[in-house]
């Protein structure tokens, strides 16, 4: 059992012929995803590295039985990919578009919803079981095979975060980057339910950034019902009011979403919250 | 109607053409043009025109507000509302406001309005619910103040499914809800309706009426108007040309070149990868206090050019001394490697610059570094510290 997705999961690439898709779709190809499929229309027909075959579109694409999409088109052509998707019933609908209208993104974050589908993202770096599957964008080198679940609203910084947890002797039982849009598929609460019931999860880091209410509801949370360690990590003490700080997520707006308010809420439920990213391993000890 | 009988309906989305606001990544309207949008879209507003200089004043007609055109709660408290009741209240009014400023914001735009007989005060809102993803309604019989003075059991909220969308039963609950009479019932079901059409139409974060007066004589008219567009739907609205008074000229040109670049007041220039890591970087410095001199970040792109296009972003600021901390991903450790080294040679940088790669190609990009006079980290702490330690130095 993990989080999401396994060594079964079968993979498909909306736009798998542009540059970030084939990038990627490489990339996973490597990590060893199983990646069943892509689409880009009037291509369908062509094969991606000799090995995948492309469709021109995704009900074309479901005669190889896909359990997740990775959607790589641009943010005006996000929501008809999504839609489509959805429409076909994928089970897991990855977005890693950046700047997708909001509107678009509640949208698709309702459809899904009540179709039990889930969404990641948008503009999030997807997810990785290490030794499994990965979906999106994180670099394949920097995971081990362990009992720590990271989720995340940023890239980067989770890669950061991820690479210091395993140089430190820890291993990841999932990673999974929620996306830095202020509306996006899933909350720190919706992977805190997953985590507290994944058996290869023992252990639970949280990286939170300026913006909303996400890690205080997330607080709230562990504070009646997650059993497991959690440590927390917050960016954004440094960033001005009112400024977005390369997130669209990311701003303090009315006094509200400040990193000292999240930094208190994760403390009065017991999570201690690392000062800089290179600490998060020394609170999982 | 009478109330249109002096206003300018020339297409109101020309008028609004190049005078957005941008903050951030949303685009926040000013007030005559939140009308304007809200005429459009038949929402009654009360006749207004748009005063400039003093020669676009015209004669006094009857009693009427003369309002500053900035981005500010609570402008009356702050003097930025006047009354006139005469042609030399007028007068005086606009020479007093235009041009002045109001708790640091130019007055460069006045909007003279016809003065209401107000009876009683409403609120009503539809905003963004991030936690729900929803639009979300607010709404109460007391307004005119700001809503978060309001005592919680006077403010109806509602979650709107956005593929339902509004219909008339979530109006029928707000009417029941704040005491309204049939006959204002049915005019603010017709605000709301149309209301939840702009902020669905225009891509809106915010669309917002307080007051929503009830004049003496029975009407419900939109004294404010309060619009917060969303800066990633511009693509739908490509008649908007983007122009940010707020912003810095470095930040506008930065944007242009497609970088999220926010400029600080300190004096190490940052460059990181990755706005998560760009802000962590920028806690770190502070936590050593050190003071980052701006946000950069690079993105996810793997190109020599745009890092020496960020250093020559960043030199603009002239900071004392530069970081520069890469995770490699999509964004490969050598190729910033060799933008850095391109970037020193083509600017002749003699500042410090600090440098923590990790990630991939971080050996390659250790070599490319060492070959031209720079020792890399790759942990990011010891960067921080080092940065911080020689920037002390300078004087």
């Keep these: 059992m993990s989080v999401l997705v396994n060594k079964n999961t079968r993979v498909i690439v909306q736009g798998i012929t542009g540059h970030q898709g084939a990038f990627h779709a490489g990339e996973m190809l490597k990590f060893g995803t199983k990646l069943v499929g892509g689409t880009s229309p009037g291509k369908g027909g062509t094969m991606f590295q000799n090995d995948v075959p492309i469709f021109d579109s995704v009900a074309d694409a479901m005669s190889q039985n896909p359990d997740a999409t990775m959607i790589s088109v641009a943010a005006p052509f996000v929501r008809d990919a999504a839609f489509e998707a959805i429409d076909q019933g994928i089970k897991i609908v990855y977005i890693l578009t950046e700047h997708v209208p909001f509107h678009d993104t509640m949208e698709i974050v309702h459809e899904a919803s009540h179709r039990g589908i889930t969404v990641l993202g948008p503009n999030g770096p997807g997810i990785t079981v290490p030794g499994q599957c990965k979906i999106g964008i994180m670099p394949n080198q920097i995971f081990r095979n362990g009992d720590v679940a990271v989720a995340s609203r940023s890239g980067t910084l989770t890669y950061e975060i991820v690479y210091s947890i395993t140089h430190a002797g820890f291993g990841e039982s999932v990673v999974i980057g929620l996306g830095g849009d202020p509306v996006v598929g899933l909350t720190f609460v919706d992977v805190l339910k997953m985590f507290e019931k994944d058996e290869a999860t023992k252990k639970i880091v949280l990286v939170g950034e300026i913006g909303g209410n996400n890690e205080e509801r997330a607080a709230e949370y562990i504070k009646a019902h997650v059993s497991k360690k959690v440590v927390a990590y917050i960016t954004g003490r440094s960033a001005p009011p009112g400024k977005r700080m390369g997130h669209a997520g990311a701003i303090i707006e009315k006094g509200v979403g400040t990193a000292e308010s999240k930094i208190k809420a994760f403390e009065s439920a017991g999570v201690p919250v690392a000062e800089y990213p290179v600490n998060v391993p020394d609170l999982l000890k | ?395």
């Design chain 2, 1 to 395: 109607m009478a109330f249109y009988s002096c206003c300018l309906i020339i297409s109101p989305k020309i008028l609004v053409i190049s005078s957005y606001l941008v903050n951030g990544d949303t685009l926040n309207l000013y007030e005559y043009m939140g009308k304007d949008i809200f005429r459009r879209y038949g929402i009654p507003v009360p006749d207004s025109y748009v005063v400039e200089k003093e020669s676009d004043l015209r004669k006094f007609e009857r009693p009427s507000v003369v309002k500053s055109q900035i981005l500010l709660g609570g402008r009356g408290k702050s003097g930025g509302i006047k009354f006139a009741k005469n042609q030399k209240e007028l007068e005086d009014g606009v020479r007093e406001l235009l041009g002045s400023k109001i708790r640091g914001l130019s007055v460069t735009k006045v909007l003279i309005e016809d003065m209401l007989n107000i009876k009683h005060e409403y609120y009503v809102s539809i905003s963004l619910n991030r936690s729900e993803r929803s639009p979300f309604i607010i709404a109460s019989s007391s307004g005119g103040v700001e809503i978060e003075s309001v005592p919680k059991e006077k403010i109806f909220t509602r979650k709107i499914d956005p593929l339902l969308g509004y219909s008339d039963y979530v109006g029928r609950e707000a009417v029941k809800f704040m005491g309204l009479d049939s006959k204002l019932g049915s005019q603010f079901k017709a605000i709301l309706s149309k209301l939840y059409t702009v902020f669905n139409e225009e891509d809106c974060e915010l669309v917002e009426i307080n007051p929503l007066v009830e004049t003496a004589d029975g009407r419900l008219i939109a004294a404010d108007a309060k619009v917060i567009m969303d800066s990633d739907s511009m693509f739908r609205h490509k008649d908007i040309n983007v122009v940010d008074p707020e912003k810095t000229p470095l930040e506008l040109e930065a944007q242009s070149k497609g970088y999220a670049f926010v400029e600080l007041d300190g004096d190490i220039g940052v460059i990181a990868n990755g706005a998560g890591l760009t802000m962590a970087t920028m806690d770190a410095l502070t936590l050593h206090k050190g003071k980052p001199r701006n946000f950069l970040d690079l993105g996810g792109t793997d190109s020599v050019d745009i890092v020496v296009e960020a250093f020559e972003l960043v030199l603009k600021a002239n900071p004392k001394s530069i970081l520069v901390n890469i995770f490699g991903g999509v964004t490969k450790a050598d190729t910033v490697a060799n933008g850095i080294v391109a970037a020193k040679e083509k600017f002749n940088i003699t500042k410090p610059i600090v440098v923590r790669l990790s990630g991939v190609h971080e050996d390659e990009a250790r070599e490319i570094l060492k070959r031209n006079g720079i020792e890399p980290f790759s942990m990011m702490m010891p960067a921080i510290e080092q940065v911080v330690k020689r920037t002390g130095e300078i004087e």
